[in-house]
């Protein structure tokens, strides 16, 4: 008897289309660089930060790493270049300010994606969850 073999998809299946609205972490994929400039932000974006998923975009986006708390922003880079380094998961806490000036204790975890010759990360895939 022939065993049905999982499919993959860019898009996910509609049963699935609503699951990232209803996933109480910020989901993000950044550029693993100094800013980590958002490619994608799940709609959680908004309740954790105070601002809008389209202040992320464009030429005068906010970068989430300027939303790190600045008494933090070492140990939060310190944690991420050393897991890029190592090709391991990533996990911090860290505090970000959000819009309306509050200060939100937050778990970072995630992991880096590396070019072809596995030299250097190019991308974070993350998720950010509150722990305030």
């Known amino acids: 008897m022939a065993t049905k073999q999982p499919t993959t998809s860019a898009t996910p299946p509609a049963t699935d289309a609503?699951?990232?609205?209803?996933?109480?972490?910020?989901?993000?994929?950044?550029t693993?660089?100094?800013?980590?400039?958002?490619?994608?932000?799940?709609?959680?974006?908004?309740?954790?930060t105070g601002y809008p998923p389209e202040r992320f975009q464009g030429p005068d986006a906010i970068h989430f790493f300027h939303l790190v708390h600045p008494d933090d922003q070492a140990a939060a880079r310190r944690g991420l270049d050393e897991a890029i380094t190592q090709k391991t998961d990533y996990h911090n806490e860290f505090r970000i300010i959000r819009a309306d000036g509050e200060i939100r204790h937050v778990h970072d975890h995630g992991h880096g994606t590396y070019d072809e010759q596995d030299r250097k990360s190019t991308r974070l895939n993350s998720s950010h969850s509150s722990v305030s």
């Open 32 to 48: 693993a660089d100094s800013d980590w400039k958002a490619h994608f932000l799940s709609p959680a974006v908004e309740a954790l």
């Open 18 to 30: 609503g699951l990232l609205e209803n996933v109480p972490a910020l989901v993000y994929r950044a």
